[in-house]
């Protein structure tokens, strides 16, 4: 049967070059008619560029693809449209203010005029057919995360798609919404639909696709069946060697308070609670680590702590090393926190947006904590240039120089400049957001022994992660955040990940 | 199979993956601005059929024939570049000041009202009493914007574009008051019998003595600038608030306090821009004393990527163009829009050029054909 069926999708020798980096070189990807294809690989791997070039976004630089067989070119989103593609963005891009009916129907031409009526009519009823629980005239902004990538999907099954690519669309749910969309995608399969979905979870791609192709590198590494799988296979094909994380924990020396946090309590722009009576304290000398579902209040944990975000109630007090008293830092800016002494480095989650300047080199970037140094009106440029020479050399990082813009270089080097410069202040205690999103194996081990290193060196490591397995092998205590509360506090070596998967999902008022 | 490939792009643009070394930038501006030239020559010959080497030489004569209308040109340049000099600060800093027309208009209803109630000082004292007034005047036309952006975070675009219209109706009001002689609906020139309150001549060239200093003063604050933008404390917080806000705060940049500050500063040189229009080249005050230059000094200000120094090399182009272009609509009796033309065309090369030295482009060739 299987041999039978005839591809949906064919992708022949595609290859795409940003300048001088092959992002994918000849792939040849295959999509079988009424089948649901996990592609699979690590940050990076040119997942996204190679679907990117099927919805229009990218026109490949070589190669060609075949829509039911039939040669075909792509060269914009309505091309793909044309061609029954419809792909599910990780970033949804719907008008907040508008219905669903109204997202839905947005830049569709017809002739005569709308009938916003009918519209919600066969809505409705594709929503039936696959069990979709949004109501066509709900506002965008009155959603939840998982009915606002449903309407994403209503919007491309209108439109007549019947090939389908979710680019990580399990990255924002909870597991249960997670389970209702693999329902929603096996509904849509036994309607005929053929779909790809583009994960990095393992056992996700084992739950809910018929066959998973493997990219490494920007190379196709091959294909299976799903049956065929397992976890361990997978993870081989994926990093080309098999890998348990085997991250360095030494334990922790002599761990006192550092920082303290006593009922913290924030509210955003529109007065939405985001952390609620958060209580936890981070000792020297370990890695906290904090796991949490996106959006669960870990940019605004440690944005409070880093005093760019305004405290309602709460304390946050920091203990100095030297045994010299505690501060409360809550109603000070990053400015007062630097002068009052609290050696505080923050490696937040926007890299270029917050923590370093993309229009500058490296050098100017160094410059951003230490430039106001002296008394002179004049900034100094040598201290800065020569450490941003011994960051260039120590980790690393690829640049043509440190004049070099460093938004135009690649995450990792980002990433590298960005903690490098922030461990260079000889911190006390060093907040980080998402170390590791984006970069591959290599850069985040790098960024794992940089984080163990300070850690030795007796600073409050703070870690905000996504990965599991990770936060697992990498922390020495972890902080379960859910909806802004802390439901759990656990010892992350005798842990188990279905622990904290519980408590990440489960509000516990008494946890802490 | 071929023929699937009908709207396939032709040419792929990618940034470029490393800085190109800074001949080859310039020499790609270079290239533009020839290829300017060449493309306003045929334009020239199309729609009036004169001969473009003509033209130029035309343009050239007025802009810098004669010793005096060299000095003019030189004149009007500084006082462009004092202006776009005043501007960069708020423009690196993404502060979309267009309200130096404004600014200018109260610094020199400043320097003017100096130069009518105080014209029994000493003349030096008198002078820097000027200047100071003058940068004051601009510098609190330049604050309200600021703080209302810091406070409230006001559009700033808006809110300097209003001030011009008050800065238009007070200088009005001024001319009103100070008419000279009455009815003449002018201020007339200011104290044109003892020369107080002018800025004195350096050179003479027994013709036209009022320039020299101008000069002098403009390039010294290019210069000052220069340091403050590239070398100061300031002026790396006024890069980093022009890349990211976030990141400003991140690293602990009061960014309100910033802004105002530096809306202060802009807004005080375009005052000064007043100053030297007024005490060094007009010696009287009217409504047309910014006479869009405000606006003009924006071009010179973006071009020069926000380096003073570039400044002097753009504004004295674009006054070159005006003046040749002023020449060539009176000798050929052609239409003042001519020559902007020409210099539209120009600037359309110039900031084209800055295309290709971001960006690399590749040509598609023959793909599909051989498929």
Redesign the interface.
């Known amino acids: 049967m299987i041999a039978l069926a005839t591809c949906a999708i064919k992708m022949e020798n595609v290859t795409k070059r940003?300048?001088?980096v092959v992002a994918n070189n000849h792939i040849n990807l295959e999509l079988r008619e009424g089948e649901i294809l996990s592609l699979l690989g690590e940050n990076g791997s040119g997942k996204t560029t190679l679907m990117n070039q099927l919805s229009g976004i990218y026109?490949p630089?070589e190669g060609?693809i075949y829509v039911h067989d039939r040669?075909?070119?792509i060269?914009s989103p309505k091309d793909a449209f044309d061609c029954g593609i419809g792909m599910i963005h990780q970033h949804f891009k719907l008008v907040d203010v508008f219905t669903a009916t109204e997202n839905i129907v947005l830049g569709l031409e017809g002739e005569g005029k709308f009938d916003l009526r009918a519209a919600g009519a066969r809505i409705a009823e594709i929503c039936e057919r696959y069990g979709f629980d949004i109501k066509p005239d709900q506002k965008i902004y009155d959603m939840s995360v998982s009915q606002k990538q449903t309407v994403e999907i209503v919007k491309v099954l209108y439109r007549g798609a019947d090939i389908l690519i979710l680019d990580e669309p399990t990255a924002v749910l909870t597991p249960q919404e997670t389970d209702k969309l693999f329902d929603i995608m096996r509904a849509m399969k036994r309607d005929g639909k053929s779909l790809i979905i583009i994960t990095h979870k393992l056992h996700e791609v084992l739950d809910v696709s018929d066959r998973v192709a493997v990219l490494r590198k920007g190379e196709y590494i091959g294909d299976v069946l799903t049956k065929d799988a397992d976890q361990q296979s997978l993870t081989d094909m994926m990093v080309g060697h098999s890998v348990t994380l085997n991250i360095d924990r030494p334990a922790p020396q002599n761990p006192r308070p550092r920082l303290e946090l006593r009922n913290l309590t924030v509210y955003d722009e529109l007065g939405v609670k985001r952390l609620d009576d958060v209580s936890f304290t981070a000792m020297s000398g370990e890695i906290l680590g904090v796991a949490g579902v996106a959006g669960s209040g870990q940019k605004e944990l440690l944005e409070s702590i880093?005093g760019?975000y305004p405290v309602h109630s709460g304390q946050i007090v920091f203990h100095r090393p030297d045994g010299g008293g505690s501060t409360n830092l809550v109603g000070m800016?990053?400015?007062d926190?630097?002068r009052t002494g609290v050696g505080m480095a923050?490696v937040?989650e926007?890299r270029?947006?917050?923590?370093?300047?993309?229009?500058?080199g490296m050098t100017?970037n160094m410059?951003?904590?230490s430039?106001?140094k002296g008394r002179s009106?004049?900034?100094d440029r040598k201290q800065p240039e020569g450490l941003a020479a011994s960051i260039w050399k120590e980790l690393e990082v690829v640049t043509?120089?440190t004049?070099?813009?460093v938004r135009?270089m690649s995450g990792g080097n980002v990433q590298k400049v960005l903690v490098g410069r922030e461990i260079a202040q000889e911190p006390a205690v060093l907040l980080s957001a998402y170390a590791v999103r984006g970069l591959d194996i290599n850069t985040s081990y790098t960024i794992y022994n940089l984080l163990t290193a300070e850690k030795m060196k007796g600073v409050a490591v703070v870690y905000v992660g996504e990965d599991l397995d990770v936060l697992l092998e990498l922390c020495d205590r972890l902080v379960v955040l859910c909806g802004g509360q802390v439901s759990g506090v656990v010892d992350a070596r005798t842990t188990t990940k279905e622990e904290v998967g519980l408590l990440m999902t489960q509000h516990r008022k008494e946890g802490a | 199979m071929a023929k699937l490939h009908s709207h396939e792009p032709a040419i792929l643009m990618s940034k470029r993956g490393e800085l190109l070394p800074t001949w080859k930038s310039w020499g790609i501006r270079v290239i533009g601005f020839l290829l300017s030239l060449i493309v306003s020559g045929v334009v020239i010959m199309l729609v009036s059929g004169l001969n473009p080497a003509a033209v130029f030489a035309t343009m050239l004569d007025g802009a810098i024939g004669t010793t005096k209308r060299s000095w003019v040109t030189v004149r009007d340049a500084m006082t462009l570049l004092c202006i776009a000099v005043g501007l960069a600060p708020a423009f690196k800093m993404r502060f979309w000041n267009i309200g130096a027309e404004g600014q200018i208009l109260v610094g020199g209803i400043a320097t003017a009202a100096c130069m009518i109630y105080l014209r029994s000082l000493p003349p030096l004292l008198l002078v820097l009493v000027m200047i100071c007034a003058s940068m004051a005047a601009g510098g609190v036309w330049g604050f309200f914007p600021g703080l209302f952006k810091a406070r409230w975070n006001t559009n700033e675009t808006l809110f300097t574009l209003m001030m011009n219209y008050i800065a238009i109706q007070l200088t009005s009001f001024f001319v009103a008051l100070w008419e000279n002689p009455f009815g003449s609906n002018s201020v007339g020139v200011i104290n044109s019998q003892n020369k107080q309150g002018w800025l004195p001549n350096l050179l003479s060239d027994g013709y036209n003595k009022d320039f020299g200093w101008n000069v002098i003063i403009v390039l010294a604050v290019t210069l000052v600038m220069y340091l403050y933008m590239n070398h100061s404390k300031h002026g790396y917080e006024i890069s980093v608030i022009g890349d990211s806000e976030n990141t400003a705060r991140y690293a602990g940049i009061r960014v309100n306090h910033a802004y105002v500050r530096t809306i202060v500063l802009s807004g005080a040189i375009c005052g000064l821009a007043g100053f030297v229009a007024v005490s060094g080249a007009s010696h009287t005050i009217s409504t047309s004393t910014a006479g869009g230059r405000g606006f003009t000094a924006i071009i010179v200000a973006w071009l020069a990527q926000f380096n003073s120094v570039v400044m002097i090399v753009f504004s004295f182009l674009l006054v070159f163009l005006q003046k040749g272009a002023q020449a060539i609509a009176s000798s050929y009796n052609l239409s003042q829009e001519v020559s902007e033309m020409i210099t539209g065309i120009i600037l359309f090369f110039l900031l084209g050029s800055e295309f290709f030295v971001n960006y690399t482009i590749r040509f598609n060739k023959g793909r599909g054909a051989n498929k």
Do not use: E, N
């Open positions: 940003f300048g001088k026109f630089d060609q040669p075909v070119t060269a880093a760019l800016d990053p400015l926190i630097k923050f937040p926007d270029l947006g917050m923590g370093l300047v993309g229009s500058m100017g410059m951003l904590r430039y106001r009106p004049f900034v043509p120089s004049a070099f813009p135009r």
